[in-house]
């Protein structure tokens, strides 16, 4: 009886810890709007909002030859960014928006830019035409050669959120 009792407890144990190697923080955001918030983003690919008992997907383009990326099962989050050299007013698509270099900030050593992005018109009538109530207007995000994604603001038709990524 003893002899299952511990191999019991030593399995739960396992268990547990395979759980939490699961959901390891790859890197949280805060922000919102009006009621502040973390969304924490896992290394199994998964994001999790701690307002709502509700997980959704995520994908970061780590082999990709052309982007750096994050990309969301939601329209909540998408960016790229091309591997190349920026300039303002560099522009390109990748999932169903249109990037833009707004300006570039700092000297050699840290690059910072601020990059807009804009649903296409293909994706807004996607979006829209399901009853949904997608009213993004735009994102710009803040982007560091020497630390990657910094943060971003989302602009809606009557609200803006503002984000920070937060890096274990």
């Known amino acids: 009886m003893q002899t ?7 399995y739960l144990a396992l268990m547990s810890s395979a759980i ?7 890197f949280r955001i805060q922000g919102g709007s009006e009621i502040p918030m973390n969304i924490d983003f896992y290394k199994n690919g998964q994001f999790h909002n701690n307002e709502y008992d509700v997980s959704w997907n ?3 383009c780590e082999n990709s030859k052309r982007y750096k990326c994050i ?3 939601t329209p909540f989050l998408v960016f790229s ?3 190349i050299p920026l300039s303002k007013g560099d522009k390109w698509e990748f999932s169903g928006y249109r990037f833009e270099v707004l300006s570039e900030n700092g000297g050699a050593g840290e690059k910072l830019y601020f990059i807009e992005s ?12 399901s009853k949904s109530s997608f009213s993004l207007q735009r994102t710009v995000f803040l982007y560091s050669l020497a630390e990657g994604l910094v943060s971003f ?4 038709d009557s609200a803006t959120e503002s984000w920070t990524i937060i890096k274990p």
């Not at 939490?20 to 790859?26: F, G, M, N, P, T």
């Not at 804009?118 to 035409?129: E, F, H, I, S, V």
């Open 20 to 26: 939490a190697d699961q959901r390891e923080l790859s």
């Open 81 to 83: 960014v091309p591997k």
């Open 118 to 129: 804009k649903a296409t018109d293909d994706l807004k009538r996607k979006l829209t035409g």
């Open 4 to 10: 299952n009792f511990l191999t019991l407890i030593l």
């Open 71 to 73: 990309v969301t099962s």
């Open 153 to 156: 603001n989302k602009y809606f």
């Open 58 to 60: 995520y994908t970061v």
